[in-house]
Structure formats: C-alpha cells, structure tokens
C-alpha cells in the first residue's frame, strides 16, 4: 500500500470541516510531523500559535457519515531533545484547601519543568535542581489530541475533546494503538497532534512532557459500521473512551459504548455482555484537567468469544 510523506506548513486550533491538507485512501500510510502543545517544531522554532496545534486534516476516501474510521499509530517518536511541562498539579485535582499549598510561581509568572529527552535511550531526563535526586523516566510517547471532523459542520476547540475524539490525553494512545473514530464528514478529516514523551494518568498537572513528534499512523476505512464514541485496540485488550464532565457522565459514555459493542457486534445477549463488565471491567483517567474529561472502560480480550472478530 502507499506510503505518503507529509510535511504540514499550517496548523489548527479546532477540527472542524476544513480543506484537507492530503488524500488517502483506505490502507495508506502517512509519515508526518506534529508540533507541540504551543506550536514550536522540532528545531524549537513556533511556528504556530499555541492551543494543541493539529497536522491535517487528512481526507480518507470513501469516508461517509455512518462509517468508522480506522487508525493505526504506527509509530510516534520524539522528534528534538527539549521536552516542557507543568511543575504544579491542577487546582481541581485536589482538595480546596489544599489549593494554597500548590507551589504557585508569583504573580505575573509561570513555572515550566525542563526535560531532556533521548529517544535513543528511551529516557526523558528533569533537568531541575530543585528536584532532589533528580528524575529520569522512561519514555512512553502518545498522542494526547487527535480525531475527526465534528457532525453538523462544527468546528471544535482542541483544548476539548467528545465524539469526535480530541484533546483525550489518554496515555493509552501510543504506537501499536488502533483506534476506531465514528465519521461525521465526508473524507472524515483526520487531524493529530499534541505529543507527549511521558504523561501520568489524568494528566492532573495539566500537560504531559510536552514535545513535537514524527509520527506514521494507517488508515482503513469501516462501510456502514457505526460507533458512538471512539473505540481501541491493543493486542491484549479492547477499550472505549467517554468525553465529558463530569466525571460520572464520562464514564456512563465509555460503559455504555462498551455494552453496545459487546451486544451488538460481538454477538453476546445483554444478559452475559452486563454481567461480564460487571466482574471484569477495568477503568482508566484519560483526563481530569480539559474542559471535557476522558474515561476508558477497557476489557481484556480473554474474555470474548473466540469466534468473534472486529
């Protein structure tokens, strides 16, 4: 199959039905770069204005409205040896009398952690000697927004996120991934970007390491299947992802998708497909920080019926 190579010369703030950027079909390949959260490329230059800038969109042919759009993250790899990110949690991740025990920066400034980043040796390095002992972490490269163009023409900021996908930040979203993104548009409009070197779950300091990335995603396309939310695959599990706040209304999004994809297409009566979320189901915080948080209801695959396939 063809393997295109993308280098985008403009960004945006929102996926929306915008003028695709390329044309693909289903079973492409595209090697692409993203920038990071506030526009800067891989020699450090912004090159954007800040706010999660997307590559793209991407026009898939024979995407409809009714379809599902398939990505595979082939590959995310940062692309430059500077990685940013918060040095304080979220105000709304702890208790409110907590809130004035943050190490808030003064006034008129902001802090930022300062990283170095080795892609070869798999590490991402705090470069703060504020912090004892330092930091050295492993790196575990995702994207942290990517999806479709919305329904009825939207155009959706990329500080949020919904049935479209969007700014999830879910740490799940690394190579090898294959994502299922319901179709609103014609040609879908895929868009990505907002790569993170390594993020912890929820993403409660509000930014992972922040860093551009080269990434290489495949497309196929999936004819009159229709999902509700966007839906994964690892080789060892299968997940849904709910976008909303609160919290709970997230969740009800991502357990509901799942039954629904259990009941109707892996062929189990709601009976069994209920009672085996019930005492197997695992949950994941894709986000507590985005004005729409991000919850992942995930199942192993041990559990499905043999026969059943995607």
Same mark, same amino acid.
Not at 74 to 93: E, F, H, K, Q
Not at 122 to 133: F, I, K, R, S
Not at 295 to 300: D, G, H, P, S
């Given at each position: 199959?063809?393997?295109?190579?993308?280098?985008?010369?403009?960004?945006?703030?929102?996926?929306?039905?915008?003028?695709?950027?390329?044309?693909?079909?289903?079973?492409?390949?595209? !090697?692409?770069?993203?920038?990071?959260?506030?526009?800067?490329?891989?020699?450090? !230059?912004?090159?954007? $204005?800040?706010?999660?800038?997307?590559?793209?969109?991407?026009?898939?042919?024979?995407?409809?409205?009714?379809?599902?759009?398939?990505?595979?993250?082939? =590959?995310?790899?940062?692309?430059?040896?500077?990685?940013?990110?918060?040095?304080?949690?979220? $105000?709304?991740? %702890?208790?409110?009398?907590?809130?004035?025990? #943050?190490?808030?920066?003064?006034?008129?400034?902001? !802090?930022?952690?300062?990283?170095?980043?080795?892609?070869?040796?798999?590490?991402?390095?705090?470069?703060?000697? =504020?912090?004892?002992? &330092?930091?050295?972490?492993?790196?575990?490269?995702? #994207?942290?927004?990517?999806?479709?163009?919305?329904?009825? &023409?939207?155009?959706?900021?990329? +500080?949020?996120?919904?049935?479209?996908?969007?700014?999830?930040?879910?740490?799940?979203?690394?190579?090898?991934?294959?994502?299922?993104?319901?179709?609103?548009?014609?040609?879908?409009?895929?868009?990505?970007?907002?790569?993170?070197?390594?993020?912890?779950?929820?993403?409660?300091?509000?930014?992972?390491?922040?860093?551009?990335?080269?990434?290489?995603?495949?497309?196929?396309?999936?004819?009159?299947?229709? %999902?509700?939310?966007?839906?994964?695959?690892?080789?060892?599990?299968?997940?849904?992802?709910?976008? +909303?706040?609160?919290?709970?209304?997230?969740?009800?999004?991502?357990?509901?998708?799942?039954?629904?994809?259990?009941?109707?297409?892996?062929?189990?009566?709601?009976?069994?497909?209920?009672?085996?979320?019930?005492?197997?189901?695992?949950?994941?915080?894709?986000?507590?920080?985005?004005?729409?948080?991000?919850?992942?209801?995930?199942?192993?695959?041990?559990?499905?019926?043999?026969?059943?396939?995607?």
């Amino acid at each position: 199959m063809p393997i295109h190579t993308f280098t985008p010369t403009h960004y945006f703030n929102v996926l929306a039905t915008a003028p695709p950027v390329l044309i693909i079909a289903p079973g492409d390949t595209v !090697r692409t770069t993203t920038v990071d959260a506030h526009g800067f490329d891989a020699n450090r !230059r912004q090159v954007t $204005p800040p706010g999660n800038p997307m590559t793209g969109p991407f026009f898939v042919e024979g995407a409809e409205p009714g379809d599902t759009l398939v990505v595979r993250l082939d =590959a995310i790899t940062p692309n430059r040896t500077y990685g940013w990110g918060s040095t304080m949690l979220a $105000p709304s991740v %702890v208790d409110p009398e907590f809130v004035r025990d #943050l190490p808030w920066p003064p006034a008129g400034e902001r !802090r930022r952690s300062h990283w170095h980043v080795d892609a070869a040796a798999g590490t991402a390095t705090l470069l703060d000697p =504020a912090v004892a002992g &330092g930091l050295v972490l492993p790196l575990a490269p995702m #994207l942290g927004c990517f999806g479709v163009a919305p329904a009825d &023409g939207e155009a959706i900021s990329t +500080a949020t996120s919904g049935p479209q996908g969007g700014n999830m930040d879910y740490r799940g979203f690394g190579a090898g991934v294959t994502v299922f993104f319901p179709v609103f548009a014609p040609g879908a409009r895929f868009f990505l970007g907002d790569g993170h070197a390594v993020q912890g779950a929820g993403e409660i300091a509000g930014t992972g390491v922040e860093i551009s990335c080269d990434v290489q995603f495949t497309v196929d396309l999936q004819k009159r299947r229709r %999902v509700n939310w966007p839906r994964g695959e690892t080789p060892t599990h299968i997940f849904t992802a709910g976008n +909303a706040r609160p919290l709970d209304q997230a969740l009800q999004h991502a357990t509901t998708e799942m039954a629904r994809w259990l009941q109707e297409e892996y062929g189990l009566a709601p009976i069994h497909a209920q009672t085996l979320l019930g005492q197997t189901v695992d949950y994941e915080i894709g986000n507590v920080f985005d004005p729409a948080y991000t919850v992942i209801c995930k199942l192993a695959k041990r559990w499905l019926p043999l026969d059943a396939s995607d």
